[in-house]
């Protein structure tokens, strides 16, 4: 069965860190493309930070340079470090896997305080 779930979400103050990790199972991992998603209420769902099957990211204008995404393909996990954090990071953090398959975890709450 496929899954993604996602972890090491919290309430931090404003200029915190958090790291996020995401496990997936159920598929070939290190073939997918792997994304960071976050969703604020109200807001529409955005892009965080994407990493391809060979280690090429791509960020949001509105976190480079304070976040960062990695993947292990040995544990079948996807990171993202998240530095700096400012009250406008608040959201819902989802991952996604998308090659053959569209995956998504069930998200996990990002809370910086100010």
């Known amino acids: 069965q496929v899954h993604l779930v996602e972890s090491g979400g919290g309430l931090v103050q404003s200029g915190g860190s958090l790291r996020l990790s995401c496990a997936a199972s159920?598929?070939?991992?290190?073939?997918?493309?792997m994304s960071w998603y976050r969703q604020a209420p109200g807001v529409e769902r955005e892009l965080v930070a994407a990493i391809s099957s060979g280690g090429i990211t791509n960020y949001a204008d509105s976190v480079k340079g304070r976040f960062t995404i990695s993947r292990d393909n040995d544990k079948n996990t996807m990171y993202l470090k998240m530095n700096s954090l400012k009250p406008e990071d608040t959201a819902v953090y989802f991952c996604n896997a998308r090659r053959f398959l569209d995956v998504w975890g069930q998200g996990t709450q990002v809370t910086v305080s100010s």
């Open positions: 159920g598929f070939t991992f290190g073939s997918y493309l």
